[in-house]
């Protein structure tokens, strides 16, 4: 139906016309990195839907992507979005659909001839993934003030490339980044919609003798989460002269931390991976002489958490020092625990459940924007159900009924919020 400021296009429309932005023709993920080219056709998308919808375009000084429906400088602002970066052969849904769903749900209020009486604004938060420089969530962070201007342009890619300067072959001004309090102190609530990253909602549908249907989940929190960067030093040598016991292989070092991992956070009920690893000299005949693993590790409480990782160091620095390798741990980045604002989370809760079919409120161990943000507005965060539970893959996926039935859902939460 059309409407004075324009009609957008469909989801579906949309989602094909997103799709195939920075997807590997080889492994059918994407590789979408921040300040690339594919992020800069991500952009692109992103400002075409604004403006074909006649929102208020913004770029603000982190590089975040902002539309507009009513003043963009108003107060008490209801802000919903995602991101549009990937990890290294990422799935579609992972971001981009909080986005796409973002966009649809504005169009369905507008079909609704909803009223909203305070300011509707979508986001695109760049560098969600951190797949590039190694920080998640840059974008939030530096507007939230969780990352500081000089951190920031400290930060480097695998290419030696500092954000600043990513940020500047790509046409963005890093002389600004930094906190934008002036921002959020106009937003007076955020939700972000996302893709289910685990299969508790399909859980629950299997486990329901009912046949309950729940492809819509309420965020109840974020468990505490960090990466680790592991430095594992030993000694360079000729693998096929080399004596076993005349070597100093910090290869063999790192495989027991990975090992390690695997059983403090299962005896922990945590979780713990090694997903990113570094060879020098990286020769198939050489004995490395340094081996550098990251390790992500995320527990439902920060002693958890903390616990399991100083078991992980202590194995892995016990071993080294009986193989001769000398092991560092820099942590490198921590989100503590996200306890979604609870009058939010109970309204989104009010919203969409009733009393005889209540909305699931489940936790999650992925990070997010919202996440970030929490610290400075109230946040809330929708999980549309993800059958497989695969996430972080190009596996990942959500069917279509599901993905409508979050635009409807965030439709419902925009009215409920801003059109009361």
């Not at 790509?170 to 906190?179: E, N, Q, T, V």
């Not at 680790?228 to 070597?247: L, Q, V």
Request: hydrophobic residues 45%; glycine residues 10%; contains cysteine.
């Amino acid at each position: 139906m059309p409407t004075p400021l324009g009609k957008g296009a469909s989801f579906h429309e949309m989602w094909a016309d997103l799709l195939p932005i920075g997807r590997s023709a080889a492994t059918g993920g994407y590789r979408r990195y921040a300040w690339t080219g594919a992020d800069a056709d991500c952009r692109a998308w992103f400002q075409a839907q604004a403006e074909s919808r006649g929102l208020a375009y913004e770029l603000d000084r982190n590089g975040n992507q902002w539309a507009w429906l009513g003043d963009p400088a108003g107060d008490n602002a209801v802000v919903t979005g995602s991101h549009l970066d990937s990890v290294p052969d990422g799935g579609a849904f992972d971001g981009p659909l909080g986005v796409v769903s973002s966009f649809a749900a504005l169009d369905e209020l507008r079909a609704r001839r909803a009223a909203p009486t305070r300011p509707i604004a979508i986001v695109n938060f760049g560098d969600e993934e951190g797949a590039r420089f190694g920080l998640a969530c840059v974008g939030s962070r530096l507007t939230a003030g969780q990352l500081t201007a000089a951190q920031a342009h400290a930060l480097r890619d695998a290419d030696g490339v500092t954000l600043a300067q990513a940020m500047e072959d790509a046409g963005h001004d890093p002389s600004a980044i930094g906190p934008d309090p002036e921002r959020l102190a106009r937003i007076g609530a955020f939700v972000e919609l996302h893709v289910e990253q685990g299969r508790a909602l399909a859980a629950l549908d299997s486990g329901s003798a009912a046949g309950i249907n729940h492809p819509i989940g309420v965020a109840s929190a974020i468990w505490p989460h960090g990466r680790w960067r592991f430095d594992f030093h030993g000694e360079a040598n000729h693998a096929g002269t080399t004596r076993i016991e005349d070597r100093r292989d910090p290869m063999l070092t790192y495989a027991a931390a990975v090992l390690a991992a695997r059983e403090k956070a299962a005896r922990s009920g945590a979780l713990a991976t090694f997903g990113k690893v570094s060879v020098e000299p990286n020769g198939v005949n050489a004995i490395a002489s340094l081996v550098r693993g990251w390790l992500d590790s995320r527990a439902a409480d920060e002693q958890t958490l903390a616990t399991v990782v100083a078991e992980i160091e202590r194995a892995a620095v016990e071993r080294g020092a009986r193989e001769g390798v000398d092991v560092r741990v820099t942590r490198e980045s921590f989100t503590p625990v996200v306890e979604f604002e609870h009058g939010l989370r109970d309204k989104l809760a009010a919203l969409l459940g009733t009393d005889s079919a209540p909305v699931p409120v489940l936790p999650t161990g992925a990070g997010h924007d919202a996440g970030i943000l929490s610290a400075s507005v109230p946040t809330a965060m929708l999980f549309v159900r993800n059958p497989t539970g695969v996430s972080h893959s190009p596996a990942e996926t959500a069917v279509e009924d599901d993905c409508l039935a979050g635009v409807t859902a965030l439709a419902d939460v925009l009215e409920g919020l801003a059109c009361p």
